[in-house]
């Protein structure tokens, strides 16, 4: 298949999925949203089509089943319950895994035919128009054993009896299926005792069952004589026996593991864009050909002019190409409403989740990079911030707690706010944990701020949950995202009260390929420091520096900054100038300022990031290179670290 038509089917199918999750979640919230029904089906519809003509035949017809159970709920011949949510949003999940899998061109996982007959016995029970106990449906129960079934099971197993599952399929149209139930229920109690079946006795014995069902029983007889004798009945399909050691029976639909996040493998550019780097290029090529011939005449006047036509062309095509590399945030923060719907129903809280400014757009790269930090800040504030439903009612909170993500612009950085109305971050709770862990003593934390309780909790290894979940309590949460965001060249910022809620601020740069810095000299070496992370220039007096514990600081506004000679710090050869005034850039890092003494100011410049061959990747306080006019090589400085 054209490896095209292969991208545009995936890619497009993904953000098909992301809809339909944002559209079933407001429709859980408001199930008489005909707006959402009919998103959905309009999307479901199209997918169906765009996989059958792929030729994924499993899929196209998975997506047709959802698409009936959709065409029945805008008809209004179909309610929307909290039950039919359940399966509903299961399907898509594991419609989600299938398509992962396709992509990875790995044998699907998923058993679409279990999925298929719970959606067929949703859309049976109104195209028949009846009672539930004439359409015989039967409930959808997780496999919660009886006090007396568990015990027969243990009494079984001790004396030596293997417990085993059945899933039993009957042909399609089985006539009579209900005499082929009963014959089969008389033929396993022969062999073995059951213990349960789904859908109970009575109603396989009245037919009141698809074309499948499951019993569990106790047996000594050995397994292939168990299948051989059942395939002797007339109008089997097929006879699966496994040990019993699953949590859900067959007709309980387990929800699949999948990722939520997804790495950009593929972009969409709008021809017109690609029509004008064609432009420029042409001109480009043009202004070449001018180029050549001014040098050949020496005809200097037209050179200089030239000059300047290329400086333009070049800066223009760099913006486009730039433009070409961003994307929406709404490309990741899409999938939240679904992943904050999940977390919070797990833990019995309702979470209303408000995303302002998804349209902002960033460089792939960082998308590809920030969905994690933005998970794990998300997790903490449902698992850790917000409280109970019982406990905001007590503190006069609305029951319904508010989380809001909100994405703005500054320049050259993206801002993103995550912010929560739960109970905040006490300050005297982190620090009694980090002494207690030994991550730092009495002394080091007299007066914890916002600066230092971030730091804390940064720490790999830190955490306050009392238990262990699978969402947190292990110390893995706050050192992933500061790690991250480390190494995007970003920063994370913490504002707190107890009792109002916590917000945390992200700011990212625009992008990674093109960045602000300025230009530093020191010796003969030129360094670039990225513009994020300078907050200001000043010239000192020589005479101002002071030393404290071994340590040279200088005071700028009321302030004492530590001073850092970056000439020792990297090892640069460098003779110093007896010089009266000297340079210093104030650089902010993690928790503290530090000013970098430098020898001079070159000026701001955009440069093009290189990253450092293997050799060199590693040295400690450089994050990259740039090649600079004159063609030497300049270091990029890792701020943070250095600080």
């Known amino acids: 298949m054209d490896k095209s038509y292969w991208e545009l089917f995936f890619g497009e199918s993904e953000e098909y999925i992301t809809q339909i999750n944002q559209f079933l979640v407001k429709l859980e919230g408001n199930p008489s949203d005909i707006e959402a029904i009919n998103g959905i089906f309009r999307l479901m519809h199209t997918l169906k089509g765009m996989a059958a003509t792929m030729g994924f035949v499993g899929l196209s017809e998975f997506a047709h089943r959802i698409e009936d159970v959709f065409d029945l709920l805008r008809s209004g011949q179909k309610e929307i319950t909290p039950r039919l949510m359940d399966i509903i949003f299961s399907s898509i999940d594991a419609m989600q895994l299938m398509l992962n899998e396709l992509r990875n061109k790995k044998v699907s996982s998923v058993e679409v035919t279990r999925y298929i007959e719970e959606l067929e016995k949703i859309t049976a029970i109104k195209s028949k128009r009846g009672s539930r106990k004439e359409i015989g449906e039967y409930s959808y129960q997780k496999l919660s054993l009886s006090s007396n079934e568990k015990t027969f099971i243990e009494r079984k197993r001790k004396e030596g009896f293997d417990i085993i ?161 961003l994307l929406p945030i709404s490309y990741i923060l899409g999938t939240f409403p679904r992943i904050v719907r999940d977390l919070a129903r797990k833990y019995n809280k309702k979470v209303d989740l408000k995303i302002i400014g998804g349209d902002i757009e960033l460089d792939r790269v960082v998308l590809d990079e920030i969905g994690d930090p933005l998970m794990h800040i998300v997790r903490n504030a449902i698992d850790h911030g917000i409280e109970d439903r019982d406990v905001r009612k ?84 706050l050192d992933v995202v500061r790690t991250k965001l480390d190494a995007l060249g970003g920063r994370i910022d913490l504002d707190t009260e107890v009792g109002k809620g916590t917000k945390f601020t992200l700011t990212l740069p625009l992008t990674l390929a093109v960045i602000k810095a300025m230009l530093v000299r020191v010796g003969e070496e030129v360094f670039a420091i990225p513009l994020m992370n300078i907050r200001e220039s000043v010239k000192i007096e020589k005479e101002s520096i002071k030393t404290i514990q071994n340590k040279e600081v200088i005071k700028v506004r009321e302030e004492i900054i530590p001073l850092l000679r970056l000439d020792k710090e990297l090892g640069v050869n460098y003779k110093e100038k007896d010089l009266e005034r000297l340079s210093v850039v ?58």
């Open 165 to 325: 599952k059945l899933d039993i399929s009957l042909v399609k149209d089985c006539p009579m299926k209900e005499t082929r139930a009963f014959l089969i229920l008389i033929r396993i109690e022969q062999m073995g005792e059951i213990v349960k079946s789904i859908p109970p006795a009575d109603d396989l014995k009245a037919g009141k069952f698809g074309s499948s069902f499951t019993i569990i029983c106790a047996t000594k007889e050995d397994r292939r004589i168990i299948k051989k004798e059942l395939r002797r009945i007339l109008e089997i399909e097929s006879v699966v026996v496994e040990s019993f050691q699953e949590s859900l029976l067959k007709s309980e639909i387990s929800k699949p593991s999948v990722s939520y996040l997804k790495k950009i493998q593929s972009m969409r550019i709008p021809v017109e864009r690609l029509d004008k780097i064609m432009n420029f290029m042409g001109e480009l090529s043009i202004a070449k050909s001018r180029l050549i011939q001014a040098l050949q005449s020496k005809d200097f006047v037209n050179l200089e002019e030239t000059v300047f036509i290329v400086d333009r062309l070049v800066s223009a095509l760099q913006d486009e190409t730039l433009q070409m590399r």
């Open 394 to 477: 007590s503190r006069g909170k609305d029951p319904e707690a508010k989380l809001m993500i909100k994405v703005s612009r500054e320049k050259g950085h993206v801002i993103i706010e995550i912010s929560d109305d739960g109970r905040g971050i006490d300050f005297r709770e982190i620090k009694r944990k980090a002494i207690e862990k030994g991550f730092f003593s009495e002394e080091e934390l007299t007066n914890i701020d916002a600066r230092q309780a971030l730091d804390i909790m940064s720490t790999p290894g830190f955490s306050t949950s009392k238990e262990v979940t699978d969402i947190s309590g292990r110390g893995v949460g």
């Open 586 to 643: 104030i650089v902010e890092g993690r928790v503290k300022s530090l000013g970098l003494l430098v020898e001079g100011i070159i000026g701001e410049q955009d440069i093009v990031v290189k990253p450092l061959g293997s050799i060199v990747r590693k040295v400690r306080g450089i994050a990259g290179a740039t090649i600079l006019g004159d063609g030497r090589v300049a270091l990029i400085l890792d701020v943070i670290n250095i600080v």
